[in-house]
């Protein structure tokens, strides 16, 4: 790209964030698969994953996995999401944290309130991702999730967090 | 932590302490600086004493590890007193 | 609070040949009875030697709910150490894992080997010259025992050897070490810790249970390449079998012989990893190398909680009569770089908290504890196969890959851990 796309702001970041978190919440799969990258990474680290090509993640979805992720999804039988969990994302204290060639980083704490026959579970760490903008779009490259309880054991974990 | 020029230590810690270690360039020879991280207590090795400690046995280790042989010796006595 | 135990004659009419009663999952003076007379009586799986590699390393492990430390010494020596300090009883290490010659008790200070000898105490003269300071050092495992690097546990002071315990066991941990090429396994690749709202029995026979992965699996075999769904069905060569001793497998060697493909059983090829491939050549010789790489990895439940699934392993720790946490990591196998990476992806793509399978897997295990409280019909039915059951060669009950041999054989075991016609 020889152009340089207009910076991404705070507001746009914004938007993006909530709009992906209700996609997740609402269980509109596509449109939410929709808002990766080709070369896209979502990562969620365990307690033990220093490198994430040494030791196991909780999940570590490169954009083919993503794709069977959201795919199992849609099947209607992957258990543990049929029926799908009740969530809801509650996403704050965000920060711009700066952009380079590889895009725009954000940071942000969440909560995520899943409901399901077990009962409600809390969900809650940081999480931070990388946006870029392709043609009219903001899309995410990168989005890494760090679970505060990531080194204790955790239910299960097959919405989209 | 790493004052007067030198390099910066580097924290060696577990679950049961934490200290830092420094190359200390400040005497004529170079020597070790150790710093309980938890009270500022300060000691310094030099080579010798090092070689003296990797040449000491696992037994008389195990024996300064005991935490009343030289640090928490003495608590007050029922009179107030330290005996 | 402890319920009352059972007695003797309860287990016998609560466990028939082919049926099991409900209660057995739901029943907190069942899980109790199950610690004393099972988990804290037998051999139990506790970790393995590669996760302590170098003097003063330690790892936090478990014995059901029991904390233990597993350390090894600064000669080199492994020791299965109690987390709680001889003194008033504190919770002596809070860290996953460290680096340590001696472990000091926070609360007042209390120094212990990693051998677990008390080493002192602050402000001796509290104590007076009489506190026999030899008999004050960390409660241990009484027995412990390795094998292949496995490293287990029992708190019966006496009882069969661990390679007796393991029985017919051992041989699948054989195979499952020479997928290596320098013949060892190495669990370096991180842990998950998934926790359920199930009885950790739910959990055990599952492992074995050939049944059900057409049906909660359906999903991922519907949309991934997965080679799994072909080994559960009515076409498999595969065999359920009882080992004894509550141990179970999948033997799925005979699938893979007719399908005659390294590296099938991973689903894969050899170009894909021809490094590996080269390393087991020259390990084994061309033709051992090829049967190795053909036959694949063991599915082996060992009683009662190491669970070898081909490309991971999974510790089960039962936590209450419906709490069970179950512990994964890849498999990981020494000088094979290359096929580490690839154990180490599908293994975060299949396992854990949010794993294409094992998500699935624990959903089921929550509704069956739930579905399991309900008064009828009481008996859960373990009649499937008993109609084709056949003694293989060796003499253990074998059936097709679909029967519930398995499940029988971990209850048979049961059964008679918890009326104690058993040793541990």
Known sequence: ?161 | MCGLGEEAGAVIENEFASVTVVIDERGHDRRLRVVDNHTGRTAYFDALLLETLAWTPEAELRGLLDPARHRWTVDPGPDGTTR | ?424
């Open chain 1, 1 to 161: 790209m020889t152009t340089t796309a207009p910076t991404i702001s705070r507001t746009e970041v914004e938007e993006f964030l909530y709009r992906e978190a209700r996609l997740a919440d609402e269980g509109r799969y596509d449109e939410w698969e929709a808002l990766w990258t080709d070369d896209a990474l979502y990562w969620v680290p365990s307690g033990d994953t220093v490198d994430p090509h040494k030791q196991i993640s909780v999940i570590y979805d490169h954009r083919s996995r993503i794709a069977l992720r959201v795919a199992q999804l849609k099947t209607g039988k992957r258990h543990a999401q049929d029926p799908r969990s009740n969530v809801a994302h509650l996403l704050s204290n965000i920060e711009v944290l700066g952009e380079d060639g590889a895009g725009t980083h954000t940071t942000a704490t969440f909560i995520a309130i899943e409901s399901r026959s077990r009962g409600l579970t809390t969900w809650a760490g940081r999480v931070e991702h990388t946006l870029v903008r392709r043609d009219e779009r903001i899309l995410m490259s990168r989005k890494v999730v760090r679970l505060v309880n990531a080194d204790q054991p955790l239910p299960t974990l097959a919405f989209l967090i």
């Open chain 3, 1 to 424: 609070m402890t319920a009352p135990a059972l007695d003797r004659e309860a287990y016998r009419r609560l466990i028939e040949d082919d049926r099991v009663h409900g209660s057995l999952y739901t029943d907190p003076a069942v899980f109790d009875d199950e610690l004393t007379r099972i988990w804290y009586r037998t051999w139990v799986y506790v970790g393995h030697e590669s996760e302590i590699p170098q003097p003063g390393d330690y790892v936090v492990k478990s014995i059901g709910p029991q904390s233990i430390i597993m350390s090894r010494d600064r000669q080199g020596a492994v020791h299965l150490l109690l987390n709680r300090c001889s003194h008033r009883g504190n919770q002596i290490c809070e860290a996953a894992r460290g680096n340590t010659g001696a472990l000091r008790c926070h609360y007042h200070g209390w120094t212990f080997g990693t051998d677990g000898a008390l080493l002192g105490y602050p402000f001796r003269q509290g104590y007076g010259p009489d506190t026999p300071k030899s008999a004050l050092g960390l409660g241990r495992v009484p027995r412990m025992g390795s094998y292949q690097g496995f490293v287990f546990g029992s708190f019966a002071h006496a009882g069969p050897s661990l390679l007796e315990h393991l029985g017919a066991a051992r041989e699948a941990i054989d195979r499952l070490v020479r997928l290596s090429p320098l013949g060892r396994v190495e669990l370096t690749a991180g842990w998950l810790h998934h926790e359920v709202r199930a009885n950790w029995k739910m959990l055990v026979e599952n492992e074995t249970d050939g049944y059900h992965p057409q049906f909660v699996h359906s999903s991922i075999f519907e949309v991934g390449e997965s080679h799994v769904a072909e080994v559960y069905s009515e076409r498999s060569a595969a065999t359920a079998r009882d080992l004894g001793g509550g141990h179970t497998e999948h033997d799925l060697r005979a699938h893979f012989r007719r399908m005659d493909r390294p590296l099938a059983w991973f689903g894969t090829t050899e170009d894909r990893l021809p490094d590996y491939c080269r390393a087991m050549r020259e390990a084994y010789g061309a033709e051992k190398a090829r049967e190795i790489l053909v036959e694949g990895s063991p599915h082996i439940m060992v009683f009662p909680n190491l669970f070898i699934a081909e490309i991971q392993i999974f510790v089960i720790q039962p936590l209450a009569v419906d709490r069970t946490v179950q512990h994964v990591t890849p498999l990981q196998l020494a000088g094979a770089p290359d096929m580490n990476r690839r154990l180490l992806h599908q293994a975060s793509g299949s396992v854990g908290p949010a794993g294409f399978l094992l998500a699935d897997d624990s959903e089921m295990y929550e509704r069956n504890q739930r579905g399991v409280v309900a008064r009828e019909p009481e008996w859960l039915i373990l009649r499937r196969g008993l109609n084709r059951e056949r003694v293989d060669a060796d003499g253990h009950l074998a059936g097709a890959a679909t029967d519930e041999t398995t499940q029988r054989g971990i209850w048979r075991h049961i059964r008679a851990m918890l009326t104690e016609e058993v040793p541990a």
